[in-house]
Structures are given as structure tokens and as C-alpha cells.
């Protein structure tokens, strides 16, 4: 960011979470599956939504806690049939 922040600090600031606590994390993975929403997209595949969570988080090691925890709390849903991970925010609302 422009302000010397990273994404990580956004999230600690934006969703009032430590950073590195288990809220920042499933934010982290919410905010990846909104941006593919945002593109007009309902499910998002692993090998798309891997890279975006990377990007937010910048190691690989937080993807996969941040995969784990999101699960634990059920921040998405995932097709077991296509393996496509959908915002809770989508069902929430009506759309699936």
C-alpha cells in the first residue's frame, strides 16, 4: 500500500482484529472470494483462490492457516463435488 501498510495491517484495522488471529485470517480468505464475486463470479476454484489469499496474506503458510480456520468457522462453503469454495455472503443473501 501506498501508505507503507500492508494488506495484513488493512484487515487488522478494517475488521478490528489482531493481526494473525484467527478473524484476520478468515478475513484474509472473505475478501479473496468477494474480489471474485465482485467480478461476477459465484465459486471460486482452489487453484484460483490459493494465489488471491497469498497475495492478501504474502506466505504460504498463512493461506493454509487461513484456509483452516476459515473452514473451522465456516466463512465459505465448498461443493464437495467440484472442489469450488462460495461465500457464506452469497447464500446469506439468496444466491447459490
Known amino acids: 500500500m501506498a501508505d507503507g501498510k500492508d494488506m495484513g495491517d488493512e484487515y487488522a484495522i478494517i475488521f478490528d482484529a489482531s493481526k494473525y ?25 482452489e487453484s484460483e483462490l490459493i494465489p488471491l489469499v497469498k497475495k492478501n496474506l504474502g506466505s504460504k ?5 487461513a484456509l483452516s480456520v476459515s473452514c473451522k468457522n465456516a466463512a465459505f462453503i465448498k461443493d464437495e ?15 447459490n
Open 21 to 45: 488471529s484467527d478473524n484476520w485470517l478468515v478475513a484474509a480468505v472473505e475478501n479473496s472470494l468477494y474480489q471474485r464475486k465482485n467480478k461476477g463470479h459465484t465459486a471460486t476454484s
Open 61 to 65: 503458510e498463512l493461506v493454509v492457516m
Open 81 to 95: 463435488k467440484t472442489g469450488a469454495y462460495h461465500s457464506n455472503f452469497l447464500f446469506d443473501n439468496g444466491v
